[in-house]
């Protein structure tokens, strides 16, 4: 059975840093991804990284402020600078089994707060 897991959420005060971490099991994935759902809002894409290469990509809200990046085995971080309350939300870790930025694979989230 294929599971991925979320670690790392909390409440921060704005301009603070928090490490998400995600770690899977039941098969190896080569593409996964960062996404994120604030309060009455869409699901929107945070960050991908490809395995191959090693090679990520960002939403424009983010970029110069989150890095994700992969660790041993299937694991995936997302280390989160200078949050603002706007990056108050639930985030969900993702991944595709099609090596595509089609993602199949979700976890169940973890709950990141920002305060100003």
């Known amino acids: 059975q294929v599971q991925l897991v979320e670690s790392g959420g909390g409440l921060v005060q704005a301009g603070g840093s928090l490490r998400l971490s995600c770690t899977t099991s039941?098969?190896?994935?080569?593409?996964m991804g960062w996404f994120r759902q604030a309060p009455g809002k869409e699901r929107e894409f945070v960050s991908g990284?490809?395995?191959?290469?090693?090679?990520t990509s960002y939403a424009d809200s983010v970029k110069g402020r989150f890095t994700m990046s992969r660790g041993n085995g299937n694991m995936v971080y997302l280390q989160m600078n200078n949050l603002k309350p706007e990056d108050t939300a639930i985030y969900y870790c993702?991944?595709?089994?099609?090596?595509?930025?089609?993602?199949?694979?979700w976890g169940q989230g973890t709950e990141v707060t920002v305060s100003s």
């Open positions: 993702a991944a595709s089994s099609w090596g595509t930025d089609e993602y199949n694979y």
């Open positions: 990284i490809r395995w191959s290469g090693g090679r």
């Open positions: 039941g098969r190896t994935f080569t593409v």
